[in-house]
C-alpha cells in the first residue's frame, strides 16, 4: 500500500472525511427534524467512530477539543478523549506489512515477543508494546498508511474552510496559522526526525527529575516506523480525585516538562493534549510524544516576558513591542487594548504571588466568554494577522492550563514564572539553544 501524498489518495480522503461526517449530521438533523431528543451518547459514539477511523489531522481536532473544560457536553468528551489513547487501531495484517515495509521481512528476528494489539492508537499511527533481542521493552509507533495523503487533503479542506470564514468574519486572518500548522504536521509524519526531538527533550530535561522522557532506538527507527523505550505510567484523569498535594504534584511536573525548554532553550511542545504523557508512581510525569514541536528564536521568548511586564506595568508601549517581536504589524492603541484583554487572560495567574487555581472557576467557559469579547472587538478594527510562531506557543498555554484545570491544582504560579526567568538572558538562551540543537543534529 502506497504512502506517497497522492493526488488519488487525496481524493479519496476528501470522499472519506465527506461521507463519515455526512453520516454524523444526518443522524443530528434526523433528531431535530422529528423533534426526537437526540441521544447524546450515542452521537457522540458516531463521532469519534468517524473522527478515529479517520485518522489523521481531523482526529487531531477532536483530541484537543477534548482537553478544554465545557467545551462540549460530557457525553461527547467522554467518547472523544478515548481517541488520546484508544482510538480504533489498525489490525495485525497492517502491522505485518508496516514493519516488514521498515526493517525487511525478518524483522520479527529483531524481537523477543511483539504484542499484536495496538496498546495505543491515535491521530497518525499506533504504538505496539514489545520487547527487543537483548530484554529492553520498547514501544514501537507505527505511521498509518497513506497518512501523506491524509495531511495534504486535509490541508487542502482546512484552507477551503479558513477562507469560507474569512468572507464573514474578518477577526482573524488565518492565512499564517494554516501555514504554521502545514509545515509542523509535516514534520510529524517524519519519524526520524521526531527522535532527533526526542532526544533533543532529553537533553533539555536531564536535570529535571520529574520528568521522563522514551530513548529511540536507532537502528530499528526509521521514517514511518519509531522504536523507543517503554515508560510505564498511568492516565492523568485517573488522579483528578486524587489529594490535593498529589494533584499539585503533577502539575509542577508537567510545568516544567512545558517552560523548561522554552525559557532555557527557546522550545515548546505544541501538542499538550491528555494522550502525550502519564503519570509516574512518584507523581512526575513520562512525556511521550514529540511530533508537534517549535523552536523560536530567543528574541521571541524574550517577547513572552516583555509581555508580562508591559501588562504587570501597564506600559501600552512595552506591549506594542513585544507584539511587534512576535511578527504583529499595524497595531493601533485601540487594537493594542483588545489583544491585551485576551493577554491578560493567560497571563492572570501569574501576576500575583500567591497559592491559587490556574482560574477561580474550574470551567472553561470563563475563557470562551472572553475568546468571544475579544473576538467581537477584534471585528470592529478591522482584525488582525495572527503571526506563525504564536500559534503553538498559544496552543500549549491553552492546552496545558485546561489540564492545570482538570487537576484543580493550586499552586504559586507567579512564583514558578519568576524561577525560571529571573535570570533570562537572550546571549545565554542563543548559547544554550544552539548547543542543544547541534548535540542531536536538528541544526
Known amino acids: 500500500m502506497s504512502d506517497e501524498s497522492t493526488l488519488t489518495g487525496q481524493v479519496k480522503r476528501v470522499a472519506r472525511v465527506g461521507g463519515a461526517m455526512a453520516g454524523v449530521g444526518a443522524r443530528m438533523a434526523g433528531a431535530r427534524l422529528f423533534g426526537v431528543e437526540l441521544d447524546k451518547a450515542g452521537h457522540a459514539d458516531d463521532l469519534k467512530k468517524a473522527l478515529g477511523g479517520l485518522k489523521g489531522p481531523l482526529m487531531k481536532v477532536a483530541q484537543i477539543i477534548a482537553t478544554i473544560p465545557d467545551a462540549l457536553p460530557k457525553e461527547y468528551v467522554d467518547e472523544l478523549r478515548q481517541l488520546q489513547s484508544n482510538a480504533p487501531s489498525m489490525g495485525w495484517p497492517f502491522v505485518k506489512r508496516r514493519m516488514s515495509g521498515e526493517l525487511g521481512p525478518k524483522w520479527r528476528a529483531h524481537f523477543d515477543s511483539f504484542e499484536h494489539e495496538a496498546a495505543h492508537a491515535a491521530s497518525l499511527g499506533q504504538v505496539h508494546r514489545a520487547v527487543t533481542i537483548d530484554g529492553t521493552p520498547v514501544a514501537c509507533k507505527l505511521q498509518y498508511p497513506d497518512m501523506g495523503s491524509a495531511?495534504?487533503?486535509?490541508?487542502?479542506?482546512?484552507?477551503?474552510?479558513?477562507?469560507?470564514?474569512?468572507?464573514?468574519?474578518?477577526?482573524?486572518?488565518?492565512?499564517?496559522?494554516?501555514?504554521?500548522?502545514?509545515?509542523?504536521?509535516?514534520?510529524?509524519?517524519?519519524?526520524?526526525?521526531?527522535?532527533?526531538?526526542?532526544?533533543?527533550?532529553?537533553?533539555?530535561?536531564?536535570?529535571?527529575?520529574?520528568?521522563?522522557?522514551?530513548?529511540?532506538?536507532?537502528?530499528?527507527?526509521?521514517?514511518?516506523?519509531?522504536?523507543?523505550?517503554?515508560?510505564?505510567?498511568?492516565?492523568?484523569?485517573?488522579?483528578?480525585?486524587?489529594?490535593l498535594e498529589v494533584r499539585n504534584e503533577i502539575a509542577l511536573a508537567l510545568f516544567h516538562a512545558w517552560y523548561t525548554p522554552f525559557y532555557y532553550y527557546g522550545v515548546i511542545h505544541?501538542?499538550?493534549?491528555?494522550?502525550?504523557?502519564?503519570?509516574?508512581?512518584?507523581?512526575?510525569?513520562?512525556?511521550?510524544?514529540?511530533?508537534?514541536?517549535?523552536?523560536?528564536?530567543?528574541?521571541?521568548?524574550?517577547?513572552?516576558?516583555?509581555?508580562?511586564?508591559?501588562?504587570?506595568?501597564?506600559?501600552?508601549?512595552?506591549?506594542?513591542?513585544?507584539?511587534?517581536?512576535?511578527?504583529?504589524?499595524?497595531?493601533?492603541?485601540?487594537?493594542?487594548?483588545?489583544?491585551?484583554?485576551?493577554?491578560?487572560?493567560?497571563?492572570?495567574?501569574?501576576?500575583?504571588?500567591?497559592?491559587?487555581?490556574?482560574?477561580?472557576?474550574?470551567?472553561?467557559?470563563?475563557?470562551?466568554?472572553?475568546?468571544?469579547?475579544?473576538?467581537?472587538?477584534?471585528?470592529?478594527?478591522?482584525?488582525?494577522?495572527?503571526?506563525?510562531?504564536?500559534?503553538?506557543m498559544d496552543r500549549a498555554a491553552i492546552g496545558l492550563g485546561s489540564v492545570f484545570m482538570h487537576l484543580k491544582a493550586e499552586i504559586n504560579w507567579h512564583g514558578l514564572f519568576h524561577d525560571l526567568i529571573e535570570d533570562f538572558d537572550v546571549a545565554e538562551m542563543e548559547k544554550r539553544q544552539s548547543t542543544a540543537l547541534k548535540i542531536v543534529d536538528l541544526v
Open 151 to 243: 495531511v495534504e487533503a486535509d490541508l487542502r479542506q482546512l484552507k477551503l474552510v479558513f477562507s469560507i470564514y474569512r468572507r464573514y468574519d474578518n477577526a482573524i486572518d488565518p492565512s499564517q496559522i494554516h501555514a504554521e500548522l502545514s509545515e509542523r504536521l509535516r514534520e510529524e509524519l517524519d519519524y526520524a526526525r521526531e527522535a532527533k526531538q526526542m532526544r533533543l527533550y532529553a537533553e533539555m530535561l536531564k536535570d529535571e527529575p520529574r520528568v521522563q522522557t522514551p530513548i529511540p532506538v536507532d537502528d530499528l527507527t526509521t521514517d514511518r516506523l519509531l522504536t523507543m523505550t517503554w515508560l510505564d505510567g498511568q492516565p492523568l484523569m485517573a488522579f483528578k480525585e486524587a489529594p
Open 270 to 392: 505544541g501538542d499538550p493534549h491528555l494522550g502525550n504523557y502519564s503519570v509516574r508512581t512518584d507523581h512526575g510525569v513520562n512525556l511521550l510524544d514529540f511530533g508537534a514541536i517549535r523552536v523560536f528564536q530567543p528574541s521571541f521568548v524574550n517577547g513572552v516576558i516583555d509581555l508580562y511586564r508591559a501588562l504587570r506595568d501597564d506600559d501600552l508601549d512595552l506591549a506594542a513591542h513585544a507584539y511587534e517581536t512576535w511578527g504583529f504589524t499595524n497595531l493601533s492603541k485601540e487594537l493594542l487594548e483588545v489583544m491585551n484583554i485576551w493577554a491578560g487572560f493567560i497571563y492572570g495567574p501569574l501576576m500575583e504571588d500567591k497559592v491559587q487555581k490556574i482560574q477561580e472557576s474550574d470551567s472553561g467557559l470563563y475563557g470562551a466568554t472572553v475568546a468571544h469579547k475579544v473576538h467581537q472587538e477584534l471585528k470592529k478594527f478591522g482584525g488582525v494577522t495572527v503571526p506563525r510562531e504564536f500559534v503553538l
